[in-house]
């Protein structure tokens, strides 16, 4: 581990110093030694000739190939590392996005994973043009490309799904890592005074864009908003998608099948929409403010109790929100509305209602906003913060800079606090979900041991799915579902595919991570088996994690504690042996919303703290990953409770 950490921390170092020509240099030296030569007779080489061009030391030299050569999974690929068979080849659309940045006139561009609402981890996939460029299909990370290199920014949680998935052309930071460069610094390194950044500002939250706009600035390199997403440009041929399907067609949202929002029944969200925007207004008050623009979509599907089908394993519909302390405004597009959501909203009655929404078309937003603000002093546009991504920067320009106020949303703290009927409604749901999956487990378990039908990882989750969907107020599931087996398990966010897929049997570990969505509530869980006979070694690790995830249930703390802090209980005994997991302990959980829902993030490395608060659901999953040997993870959805107790004047909260 200490080796690993000590190459990461020397590549970087030489990635600072050394020029963009010589590490193309480097690499195509690489590709061709090894293509010809045996390994050995490579790393001479490279070694060889990077001392030739740098002062560096050989033991850092050294340090910097095993990385260079040991991170990147069959990179190139021969006859002992063949590719990975989900592996994606985007050199095309690489090169295309190139010829776009050339016509732009920037030298590198910035492509998030972020839809126009900041939605990170579920977005629709005519949304995700990150994956497009990359290949690479998790929910959490950052490409940038320049005239010469393709590099992504990815952490822990999907390190070694990009690995398999990216081609052997694109360079891979694990970020949040020491010493592994953030995105303005690495640009800063390859870059020259006066060159451009390109990027989006509907896609890139504002705290993200002033941040690296202002660490560009201070080495003469400009961050420029463009008018067109060079994504789309390149996105605009579907053959480049399906190499079966040489047409083109346009990128516009306007091709995306409509589905129309329906209004959430207060049997199961607990209280009216109106009792919401009064609570907002009070927040607002008190921060001394006059308005709140509202972009994250679970934020509106809860203030106003609706929810639709626009966000995949979301029940959410794509919209903005203007709230002021008189007056709401709701931009959707019209094909979304329905005489039941206006009668619910009261849209038609605003001037005999005392409380109406107003609703205008999706598209007008960025016209209106400066109009709708003109008589406001203060205007919150919501900064980052846990799973929330913000504003985006596109949003951010329309107010002028001397209404602008940036925190967090203060809808976040409201909507997760869950009152009597949805925590009522989290406990139906999660037992009707036990149910579904204890009913599934039976069947698996059953059919494998006798070894008369053959299941495979795709198979698990097909037949999960359907089990789930005959429970009551069921609406499909919360995310894709995770059937992961033998070495797929050390993948953490593995998602079987037809080139992945694994037959199960009972010679290693299965992951099964899945919820449902229901009108009552949403669930998360992960279970891990063995259907044969475990080695001591992993019948022990799978004990520590199960002691961890106990322990983590069963804490009493003081609710001055912030959630990073109480991560170490559950990793305590791995850390006894040695041993950790690369992802946090626990997120926060919607209410037929997000399966991650801010604030809570139990994650030991989080720089951000949140408290815990009564009636808040989260998620408690420690895990140990072996990379190409198996996976254990074991998640179960826990509740913040209060106890009658104090100690020096602290409430304790247990779960």
Not at 83 to 94: C, D, K, M, Y
Not at 374 to 393: C, H, I, K, Q, T
Not at 618 to 632: C, Q
Not at 647 to 655: G, K
Request: aromatic share 8%.
């Amino acid at each position: 581990m200490s080796c690993i950490a000590e190459g990461l921390q020397l590549w970087n170092h030489l990635f600072n110093a050394c020029s963009v020509e010589l590490l193309s240099l480097n690499r195509k030296e690489m590709e061709t030694r090894a293509a010809t030569s045996k390994p050995r007779f490579v790393t001479t080489v490279i070694i060889a000739w990077l001392m030739a061009k740098s002062t560096l030391s050989a033991s850092t030299i050294k340090a910097i190939v095993y990385r260079n050569m040991m991170d990147r999974l069959a990179c190139p690929p021969d006859y002992d590392h063949s590719e990975p068979a989900n592996r994606v080849n985007t050199s095309l659309r690489v090169e295309m996005l190139r010829k776009a940045m050339a016509l732009s006139n920037v030298d590198a561009y910035i492509i998030t994973g972020e839809d126009q609402h900041q939605q990170t981890e579920m977005i629709s996939p005519e949304n995700d043009r990150r994956q497009l460029v990359s290949g690479f299909t998790g929910s959490s990370g950052t490409a940038v490309v320049t005239d010469k290199q393709a590099v992504l920014w990815t952490d822990g949680r999907y390190y070694l799904q990009a690995d398999q998935q990216l081609d052997c052309q694109w360079i891979l930071m694990k970020s949040g890592r020491d010493q592994v460069p953030e995105i303005s610094h690495w640009l800063k390194s390859v870059l020259s005074p006066g060159d451009r950044v390109g990027a989006d500002p509907k896609l890139v939250n504002a705290n993200h864009w002033l941040q690296w706009r202002n660490e560009l600035a201070g080495s003469d390199i400009w961050l420029d908003a463009l008018p067109t997403n060079l994504v789309d440009v390149v996105w605009k041929c579907a053959k480049i998608v399906s190499p079966n399907n040489s047409t083109c067609s346009s990128r516009s949202s306007s091709n995306k099948p409509s589905t129309t929002a329906y209004v959430h029944d207060i049997a199961y969200s607990g209280q009216s929409w109106q009792d919401k925007v009064d609570a907002v207004r009070n927040e607002l008050m008190a921060q001394k403010l006059d308005a709140v623009v509202l972009t994250a979509l679970d934020e509106i599907a809860w203030l106003l109790n609706l929810r639709g089908g626009d966000v995949p394993y979301s029940p959410l519909v794509e919209g903005y929100v203007y709230l002021s302390l008189d007056r709401i405004v709701l931009f959707i597009q019209p094909t979304k509305m329905t005489e039941l959501i206006r009668e619910h909203l009261n849209s038609d009655d605003c001037q005999e209602e005392t409380i109406c929404v107003e609703v205008r078309h999706y598209e007008n937003v960025f016209n209106d906003l400066p109009f709708l603000t003109e008589n406001v002093d203060s205007v919150l546009l919501p900064s980052n913060y846990a799973y929330s991504g913000g504003v985006s920067f596109a949003i951010y320009e329309t107010i002028p800079a001397v209404k602008r106020r940036t925190s967090p949303s203060p809808l976040i703290l409201l909507k997760a606090t869950k009152n009597a009927i949805e925590v009522e409604g989290m406990k139906n749901a999660h037992m009707k979900d036990a149910v579904a999956l204890c009913d599934f487990l039976s069947l698996l378990q059953e059919q494998i041991h006798e070894g008369k039908l053959q299941w495979d990882e795709l198979k698990v989750v097909h037949t999960l799915d359907e089990y789930r969907q005959q429970q009551d107020l069921n609406r499909g599931p919360s995310f894709s579902t995770i059937a992961a087996f033998g070495p797929n398990g050390a993948v953490i966010h593995y998602r079987p595919s037809l080139e992945t897929n694994r037959i199960i049997d009972n010679s290693s570990f299965l992951i099964i991570d899945s919820g449902g969505q229901y009108l009552d509530g949403t669930t998360d869980v992960t279970r891990t088996f063995h259907f044969g006979r475990a080695t001591q070694r992993q019948k022990e690790i799978y004990t520590r994690v199960l002691m961890g995830a106990i322990d983590l249930a069963a804490l009493v703390f003081s609710d001055s504690i912030a959630d990073s802090h109480v991560d170490i209980i559950a990793r305590q005994h791995l850390y006894q042996v040695g041993l950790d997991y690369h992802h946090g302990t626990g997120h926060g959980i919607g209410s037929f919303l997000n399966v991650h829902e801010s604030p809570i993030q139990v994650n030991i490395n989080s720089k951000e703290p949140h408290r815990f608060r009564a009636n808040y659901f989260f998620s408690d999953e420690p895990g140990y990953y072996l990379p190409n040997e198996y996976g254990i993870r074991l998640e179960t959805i826990l509740r913040v409770v209060d106890v009658n107790m104090t100690v020096h004047s602290a409430r304790i909260a247990v779960r």
